[in-house]
């Protein structure tokens, strides 16, 4: 059992889905990074939703920016368990008023737990959408 990498993205004002869709409920690690060491440079946080297969978003968390990463449980939406059997995409974007010096170099990551039940889950997926 592991942490897997959905993505590293930096983040923008527009939501950003992530390449990798979350199966279930998930428990998840949100990770941000920037230049030095001092404390965050700027007043924002990051929005993660659950984008459906229609565009909607569901179940919007906020991440503040901590480099020590925060982990928290994720449950499914029911509109997507219900319309989508359980799969969504996670996407982030800045919260509106947020504002971060322009030589950050702000990063986000979000992880996934993998425990045997996921991987599994997460493989069937794979190679349905692959056609296998």
């Known amino acids: 059992m592991t942490w897997r990498l959905i993505e590293t993205v930096s983040p923008t004002y527009e939501w950003q889905l992530l390449d990798e869709p979350i199966i279930g409920d998930s428990t998840v690690r949100a990770v941000h990074n920037w230049n030095g060491d001092a404390p965050f440079p700027g007043f924002a946080l990051i929005y993660i939703g659950q984008f459906d297969s229609n ?23 029911q509109p997507i368990r219900e319309d989508a059997l359980g799969v969504y995409y996670p996407a982030i974007k800045i919260n509106t008023y947020g504002r971060v010096d322009a030589d950050a170099n702000w990063e986000f990551s979000l992880y996934q737990w993998q425990s045997a039940v996921n991987e599994a889950a997460s493989q069937e997926w794979q190679d349905f959408i692959s056609g296998q």
Not at 55 to 77: A, E, L, M, Q
Request: no cysteine; net charge positive.
């Open 55 to 77: 565009g909607n978003v569901h179940s919007i968390r906020k991440s503040y920016p901590f480099k020590t990463g925060r982990v928290f449980d994720w449950p499914v939406s």
